[in-house]
RNA sequence: GCCUCGGUAGCUCAGUGGAUAGAGCGUCCGCCUCCUAAGCGGAGGGUCGCAGGUUCGAUUCCUGCCCGGGGCACCA
């Protein structure tokens, strides 16, 4: 729609001979007006030459202007204010737009900007020693709606989930694990401090120990030669030697085994959570196969033969500061074991190596000062960091009302993603989660996502949809059916202030897709989507649809059926379902 | 101290350098003999944190300051 505009427009200023010259550096802005008073479109474009062409705006306006091919999209155009040139279109021109709706269908909107560009965008990636919580499920449905957008928009995307299954972690996991295991199995022992306190541990101990009893059986030895736990002793260290002394009585084969089972359990549930969530993955990657197939060592090598690396106090140091890090990090520890960060460049190393235009990762913000080490990395190992971009998720607080929901994983006592899930129905959660930019911290009202009322944003965006297809319903037990030519013929009819908003309202659709991918914000979606109901809730009470005329009629139910469309197309890319009824 | 996100109506927040700064909730007043009142119409409510700068034009960009969230590991 905008296209149209902006093709009239550049016709006239090549019709504006003496101009050219100037035209290089000026940008021909043409934008949506904030009041139909203003015409439908307005352009700045005079006033940016004002300068150059030494002449008033609105002089220039009249030169363009006078240039502007005759359209029959075209109405009128007016100068306003400080030299606005403002575009009418003709209803004929919305009317076109409603029958590319019609047209398109389910794919209206999208477009193919980003046509042959593949795209790596990897999201929540929660380290895999529990359930996901709900922070997690902001990161999910942001990278859900993300991807649909810039799919939309013509991009291949391919969706990941980067599993932490190396180092510390899940020594740890199988630790705890196994003592909750032996625990249930009637022995009693101090559970360390720095384990895993989580109820699903309970759970998984019991499932293990029904596979396999043999482990219940406590070690004599596992307690023995322990420095104290904290706070008054080093919690880290007595859950080191701890892990020492279970790895020697198990035997490092049937420890790993546990670690596995526990590791599984969780991934399996994590899956499943997502799954019922409506975000999918098509590709989980393990950190541990990294390692296993020599990609670690081949980046730590890439990053020697680069001359960036030194040893110091038995650690083997990347010079990150060479690259605008703010110090050197440490890629091998003096235990001989390499560091997440070393997983993690060697991961962007193979995300490079599999041949993406562009990578994007959504992390948390508490994770921004991890931004510029990642790209130090790929930059010293003469990888392209600027295909790397990086799109950071602030927290979530939960309330009750104006109560606020305390979430502590130390205790072990936080609200998972599944029982939000639960609590507040995943369409609420989908949309909630993406209402805000993510850059903003979000304020989670569980008693307004479940409310079933005008104030939840949810039903608002639903109950139009759903009204429109009451309408239909309503119109076949009237038996007066719906004849689409005609409506089509009779979209002239369509003259009350209602319909011509909505109209117009309609064919912004496309605009908001590429706004919202361009900007990976999926906040407009949401907002935009509010005000087409608006738009169609006030229509409602303005005009009858099931008209006795049948010209009017038909008319009518051809822009309702084009508003669900766009409602539905819009709801699609936020993962909200747009039900018939509710 | 450094990095980062924010400060817009009573509350929660939109706002892609433009015209009279918006929405929802809350408050107040109205609207169902008709397609879902999970809806609609109207009223009230603002020194866009402060001070400079760039610009024809700044809530938007830049600088400084004030206030708040978060982060600054041989954890992942």
């Keep these: 729609m905008k296209l149209v505009v902006e093709t009239l427009l550049r016709e006239a200023l090549n019709g504006l001979g003496s101009a050219q010259t100037t035209l290089d550096g000026v940008t021909i802005a043409v934008e949506r007006t904030r009041d139909l008073a203003h015409g439908h479109f307005a352009s700045n474009v005079a006033m940016q030459l004002a300068k150059p062409l030494r002449k008033s705006p609105r002089d220039i306006a009249k030169l363009i202007i006078d240039q502007l091919p005759a359209s029959e999209l075209l109405e009128k155009t007016a100068i306003a204010g400080p030299g606005f040139i403002n575009f009418y279109l003709t209803d004929a021109a919305f009317h076109q737009e409603l029958l590319r709706i019609r047209s398109s269908g389910a794919a209206y909107g999208h477009n193919d900007n980003g046509k042959d560009q593949r795209v790596l965008l990897e999201f929540v990636s929660a380290n895999p020693t529990g359930p996901l919580h709900v922070g997690h499920g902001r990161h999910a449905a942001y990278g859900a709606c993300v991807a649909n957008l810039l799919s939309a928009n013509g991009f291949e995307v391919r969706k990941e989930y980067y599993v932490n299954d190396a180092g510390r972690q899940m020594d740890i996991l199988g630790l705890s694990t196994w003592l909750r295991l032996l625990e249930q199995a009637g022995n009693s022992l101090s559970f360390p401090s720095g384990a895993y306190r989580g109820n699903y541990i309970l759970d998984i101990a019991a499932a293990l120990q029904q596979q396999q009893p043999e482990l219940s059986e406590l070690p004599a030895a596992l307690f023995t030669d322990l420095p104290a736990d904290g706070p008054d002793g080093n919690a880290d260290e007595h859950l080191d030697a701890l892990i020492a002394n279970a790895n020697e009585s198990l035997g490092s084969e049937r420890f790993r085994g546990v670690i596995e089972f526990a590791l599984n359990s969780i991934l399996d549930d994590i899956k499943d959570d997502l799954g ?258 608006q738009d169609f809730h006030a229509w409602y009470n303005a005009c009858l649809f099931l008209e006795d005329e049948a010209e009017l009629r038909n008319a009518r139910l051809f822009l309702a059926q084009q508003t669900a469309q766009v409602m539905r197309n819009g709801l699609t890319l936020l993962g909200v379902s747009a039900p018939d009824s509710m």
Excluded: C
């Excluded at 960036?308 to 083997?316: L, M, N």
């Excluded at 239909?472 to 009779?490: M, V």
């Design 276 to 533: 019922e969530f409506g975000v999918s993955y098509d590709e989980w990657f393990s950190e541990k196969s990294l390692s296993d197939d020599g990609a670690v060592q081949k980046a730590l090598t890439l990053l020697a033969s680069n001359n960036v690396t030194y040893e110091k106090e038995g650690a083997v140091w990347f010079r990150a500061t060479d690259y605008d890090d703010e110090k050197d990090r440490v890629v091998v520890r003096d235990n001989g074991r390499t560091t997440y960060f070393a997983s993690d460049i060697a991961y962007h190393l193979n995300k490079v190596d599999r041949g993406f235009n562009k990578l994007i990762d959504i992390w948390g913000s508490d994770h921004h000062g991890y931004v510029p080490r990642v790209r130090a990395g790929m930059d010293a190992m003469g990888q392209p960091s600027e295909i790397l971009e990086v799109d950071l998720v602030q927290f979530v607080v939960l309330f009750r009302g104006s109560e606020k929901v305390q979430m502590s994983t130390r205790s072990g006592e936080f609200i998972t993603l599944r029982e939000l899930r639960q609590e507040v129905g995943d369409d609420a959660a989908r949309l909630f989660f993406v209402m805000r930019s993510n850059e903003q911290h979000l304020e989670f009202d569980l008693d307004l996502a479940k409310s079933k009322s005008n104030e939840n944003p949810v039903y608002y965006l639903q109950y139009a949809h759903a009204r429109i297809a009451s309408v239909f319903r309503e119109l076949n037990s009237q038996s007066l059916g719906y004849d689409e030519a005609l409506g089509i013929e009779q979209l002239s009819r369509l003259n009350a202030g209602q319909e011509k908003t909505l109209l117009v309202r309609l064919s912004q659709f496309p605009e908001m897709v590429e706004l919202a991918a361009r900007q990976k914000a999926p906040q407009h979606i949401v907002h935009y989507l509010k005000d087409v109901a």
